[in-house]
């Protein structure tokens, strides 16, 4: 039969070699806004999450923070121009995950009826078409990008890229 004690070796925290404790993986970190459906509200998305990437280490003119800068601007214009409802807004949330470290960024707006295609069913357009090439860099630079809708009212299009640690500043 088991002991007190073995059973709480069993759940007590793992030991790294050398008889020190393994640190556990920070949480992640997150950042939230809510901000107006236009062009406006987009460029100020855009701006908040160079801020925030900032302040958790990824400072401006790094390549982290620009292809954030990017992907950002690419999602939140999207939803500024196909997922607008008169009267509601889109949400912007990064996710800063530390121990790989990877960045989440999800842009939610309230038009669940207009899904992009899935991710490598994209159109390429011909040159003399002035758009439909934001999902295409999107594609490009992310590491993974999807949609999914969890509720009846929105729809979320997200997208994942890995951090790297000591980039220089430009």
Known sequence: MATLSDMNAEISPMKAPHGRRAEAAPPPRHFTIRLSCTRRGARLARRLACEQLDTWGWPYGSDANRTAALLVGELTANAALHGRERGRD?????????????????????????????????????????AGRGLLLVEALADHWGTMCGDPYTKTVWCEMTLRQGEPSS
């Not at 530390?98 to 159109?123: H, K, Q």
Request: glycine share 2%.
């Open 90 to 130: 889109f949400r912007l949330r990064l996710t800063l995950y530390s121990e790989d470290p990877a960045l989440r960024i999800e842009v939610t707006d309230p038009r669940p009826d207009r899904r992009p295609p899935a991710p490598g069913l994209l159109r390429v357009p011909s040159p003399e078409e002035e």
